[in-house]
């Protein structure tokens, strides 16, 4: 009998065959999702957050709409205007006078009513703390730092602030800052350089004169002393600022909110940028200078 000539046989339906059914569609199943979860090139028990991208860095806003400055006498425009006097509104980062042209002037729409100083003449960098905590009621999109000529300017150079405190204080500031303002952004402008602003200074006669009231004597002591003692003693004064800048540099390097700039203790200033009544602090034309200097870092596009 040929095989298409054999009678059809109904198969047997009994417990064995349902098991080997059964078995072949388990079989059948894990074959399935191996050759699945092979295909797909992941490892069977990776983590959530391993195909996770990293946030990008928060980004530079160039226009802020309110300044708050922090800083020195330098911020204050001290003897800028008259002796022995603070002049605010010559301030290269808040001031009002438009000769000077000031950061707030160029940057925020309502500088009048979106720019405070709360810089104080005399100020150290362990100052610093208290002045973050008063800016930080007004919730200022950018801050402003000018502050360290006077850990350097003492009575002598054992005197000076050192270099690790000087630190220290400049990070729990930023810190404290960071807390209280995550996403404000923070310009810090570089100690002058006073080896600079002696040797302009000292051409003045008038200037030497109230150099004696006990200007920065670090620096400014014996303005005529070309002897190696006091060359080594205005060179440790310039090496310390050196050392306070690169700590500014190095802090605010670790925030992606805050921008250093080297520019000023870099800028050549001559006697057209001196205050005429100590020949020491900016002033107005120096402030002007400030001004632009700091412009430009902060309006530069990231990149």
């Known amino acids: 009998m040929t095989q298409i000539d054999r009678p059809f046989r109904l198969r047997h339906h009994g417990p064995r065959a349902r ?27 990776s983590s959530p957050s391993a195909g996770r991208q990293a946030k990008p860095a928060p980004a530079w806003r160039t226009h802020p709409r309110s300044i708050a400055a922090l800083g020195d006498s330098i911020t ?56 973050v905590a008063a800016a930080a009621v007004r919730k200022p999109e950018l801050v402003t730092v000018l502050i360290g000529a006077n850990d350097a300017c003492r009575t002598d150079v054992g005197s000076m602030t050192p270099t690790a405190s000087f630190r220290a204080d400049f990070t729990r500031s930023l810190r404290a800052l960071r807390r209280s303002l995550p996403h404000t952004q923070v310009y810090v402008a570089s ?25 920065c004597g670090s620096m400014l002591r014996d303005p005529d002393d070309l002897t190696k003692p006091a060359q080594d003693r205005r060179e440790k004064v310039r090496e310390r600022v050196m050392a306070y800048n690169s700590a500014l540099a190095d802090v605010c390097g670790k925030d992606p909110l805050c921008r250093f700039d080297p520019a000023v203790f870099d800028y050549r200033f001559t006697g057209r940028q001196l205050s005429t009544w100590d020949w020491f602090h900016p002033g107005a034309g120096g402030q002007k200078e400030l001004a632009e200097l700091a412009f430009r870092t902060i309006t530069r596009r990231q990149g």
């Not at 500088?111 to 810089?119: D, I, M």
């Not at 350089?193 to 004169?209: A, C, I, Q, T, Y």
């Open 19 to 45: 098991r080997t059914r059964t078995v072949t569609a388990v079989s059948a199943l894990l074959l399935a999702l191996a050759s699945c979860s092979a295909g797909s090139g992941a490892p069977p028990h």
């Open 76 to 131: 204050v425009g001290f003897n800028a205007c008259t002796i022995l006097s603070e002049c605010p509104e010559v301030s290269w980062s808040t001031g009002t006078d438009p000769k000077v042209d000031s950061l707030a002037r160029r940057l925020v729409k309502r500088p009048a009513t979106h720019s405070w100083n709360f810089a104080r003449a005399g100020a150290l960098m362990d100052d610093l703390p208290g002045q």
């Open 191 to 215: 100690v002058p350089d006073l080896l600079r602003l002696w040797s302009e200074g000292r051409k003045n006669p008038l200037g030497k004169e109230v150099w004696k009231l006990g200007i």
